[in-house]
């Protein structure tokens, strides 16, 4: 009887509760929002700087292919531009791979003994402030 007695006590308590309130679930998804929003403002200019980093990785590695290019006979006299689409065109380079971080193809151009690959940036218009060149370009 004693154990009938604890189950019918505890039956009534959870027909007592009901739930959350309106409120209580809207106290909820403020605290949600503000730590969603923290953690977006906390990562946001992280992801910038590695779509840049990332770009510029791309263009020494296509910098690199095309001095190296470059030297082979098929190659010799053409501008860096004429090179990249003979190698699109053998396979050596897929087109997608010239493209930087924000889908925008790069330039590439003689500079010295290698080649400078140029990438128009985050504001997608090149000769501009915000421009990632590869580390044979140089800057005046």
């Known amino acids: 009887m004693k154990r009938e007695n604890v189950t019918a006590r505890a039956l009534r308590n959870l027909k ?39 770009t510029q990785l791309k263009l020494n590695n296509i910098a690199s ?3 190296e290019s ?28 010239l493209k930087d971080a924000w889908g925008q193809e790069v330039k590439a151009e003689k500079a010295g003994e290698g080649f400078c690959v140029r990438s128009a940036g985050p504001d997608k218009s090149f000769n501009t ?11 005046n």
């Open 16 to 54: 007592s509760q009901r739930g959350m309130t309106l409120i209580e679930i809207m106290i909820v998804i403020v605290i949600l929002g503000l730590i969603i929003g923290a953690i977006t403002f906390g990562v946001m200019p992280r992801f910038k700087k590695a779509k840049k980093k990332t």
């Open 65 to 67: 292919i095309l001095t």
């Open 70 to 97: 470059a030297e082979e006979p098929e190659h010799s006299g053409k501008e860096g531009n004429q090179i990249l689409e003979a190698l699109v065109t053998d396979g050596t380079i897929k087109k997608s791979d």
């Open 129 to 139: 402030a915000d421009d990632v060149l590869s580390n044979d370009c140089n800057e």
